[in-house]
């Protein structure tokens, strides 16, 4: 049995995006203000497409329209189900000319249709249709007379209407228009029980809750030509010789031409609601395009005022550096000669030399290193070398001096005992103790020349015998 088994929001209602699944028993809880109502009224717009049927009051309560679907970006979606062995279609309710209007899609709701992998929510239905379409998904054209979309719900084949849409029914009912009116009563009254629901359906059907007269008049008045219709009821089952109702096969041929016909109609109008929709989006882009046009414009005329500029500097940079190549041929020429020259007189080595040349530098730098190193002990040495021998020297002056003066003694006395013995003065005795003491020559080493050198003598005393 086909049923709603889905409804889906998309910017509609104060709702960003809510699915809710209808396939079951389905009880509606919540405080106040939670959305119940709202989602009960659009449940029943999918049924009765009514929107002066829905319990809005017109103080102080916004109209379907600008509540549901306020703006191009607004979606609501039913799925309906087939049965088990059949897939879902879906019936999109979108914004059109500032008015709720319907689409027919053969297959289960996607989001993609309308939402794209950034989140975008798409706000023209071309987009719509054609992402379904790329899909290979089969769909209808867009419904926006509610007579026609509750003809398609409710299978009614006396309609004017493609074969294509005939697939999109909820229920097959060609006297339909009570069972919008029975959903109605009971969405919008409180009592739920058996009688009230019962009393609900008769008078929907009557179409109101008083009793209902039987015209006899009216009756006879239908059965006077009663014969000659059962004649013509007869003619759909009667055969020719070649057992062809030809009736039938004609009333077909007519059926499938006014359904190609109303088919037609469908797409002349949509088409004509597409034009109408571009040009009004045309007449509204044309002061945008005619700013954007004039700013291109001005773009242009400053590109060209550069392109201008920049082809000046261009000639005389051009200019500049042809001056400027000349000069360096100039320099390339001779530098060449100079390259010849070079090479004459062994341009080669010297460079090898001139390379060598920061080693060498290093080189010297660590011998003066070295002889500064080596100058500075021999300053030292020198230094205490020069001490010791100013030192010696003195010494040596000291022990001279003393020396000579013992030997000018030693030679007076000598001298003086030599005038004692020849003028008879005795000999001189001597202790013991005396003798100790003996004159002997004397040397000194000298540290100048490394000699040895006489710096004295003297005479023995001769002891006491």
């Not at 020259?341 to 730098?365: D, H």
């Not at 021998?389 to 010494?395: G, I, P, S, T, V």
């Not at 004692?420 to 540290?447: C, F, H, I, K, N």
Request: net charge positive; proline share 3%.
């Amino acid at each position: 049995m086909r049923s709603l088994t889905k409804i889906v929001f998309i910017n509609s209602a104060h709702i960003r995006y809510g699915e809710v699944a209808l396939d079951g028993n389905v009880h509606f809880t919540g405080t106040q203000g939670v959305g119940k109502t709202t989602l009960l009224r659009a449940l029943l717009f999918f049924y009765n497409a009514k929107k002066d049927k829905l319990g809005i009051r017109n103080q102080g309560q916004r109209s379907f329209d600008d509540y549901y679907v306020p703006t191009p970006s607004s979606y609501i979606i039913y799925e309906v189900s087939r049965g088990d062995d059949q897939p879902p279609f879906c019936v999109i309710l979108f914004r059109r000319h500032n008015k709720a209007a319907f689409r027919f899609v053969d297959a289960a709701y996607d989001r993609s249709w309308i939402i794209d992998d950034l989140g975008v929510v798409a706000t023209d239905p071309v987009t719509v249709r054609q992402r379904i379409q790329n899909q290979g998904i089969d769909l209808s054209g867009i419904i926006d007379r509610y007579s026609q979309y509750l003809d398609i719900l409710y299978g009614n084949r006396g309609a004017r209407m493609s074969k294509d849409l005939l697939k999109y029914y909820l229920l097959k009912s060609q006297q339909y228009q009570n069972i919008p009116r029975i959903i109605q009563n009971v969405f919008l009254n409180e009592r739920v029980d058996a009688g009230f629901i019962k009393n609900t359906i008769i008078s929907s059907i009557t179409g109101d809750d008083e009793e209902t007269a039987v015209d006899l008049n009216f009756f006879r008045s239908k059965l006077v030509n009663f014969s000659d219709e059962l004649k013509d009821i007869s003619l759909w089952s009667h055969k020719d010789k070649h057992g062809i109702i030809v009736t039938r096969r004609d009333a077909d041929k007519i059926i499938e031409i006014a359904h190609k016909i109303s088919s037609g109609e469908i797409s002349v109008q949509e088409q004509c609601g597409m034009l109408i929709y571009a040009r009004n989006k045309a007449e509204r882009d044309i002061p945008v395009l005619t700013s954007k046009i004039q700013k291109k414009k001005e773009t242009i005329e400053e590109l060209t005022r550069k392109i201008r500029s920049t082809e000046v500097n261009y000639t005389e940079a051009h200019e500049r550096i042809n001056r400027e190549i000349a000069v360096l041929d100039r320099d390339l020429k001779k530098a060449a000669d100079l390259k010849k020259k070079y090479q004459r007189i062994g341009i080669t080595a010297m460079i090898v030399r001139v390379e060598s040349l920061p080693s060498l530098r290093l080189a010297l730098q660590q011998k003066q290193g070295q002889l500064a190193h080596l100058n500075a002990e021999y300053l030292t040495i020198a230094q205490k070398y020069k001490s010791l021998r100013d030192r010696l020297d003195l010494d040596f002056q000291r022990y001279r001096q003393k020396r000579t003066e013992e030997s000018n003694r030693a030679k007076q006395e000598f001298i003086d005992q030599k005038l004692a013995d020849s003028m008879g003065v005795p000999e001189v005795r001597y202790t013991p103790a005396e003798s100790q003491s003996t004159w002997a020559p004397r040397a000194l080493a000298s540290t100048r020349t490394g000699t040895k050198k006489a710096l004295s003598w003297g005479w023995r005393r001769t002891p006491l015998v």
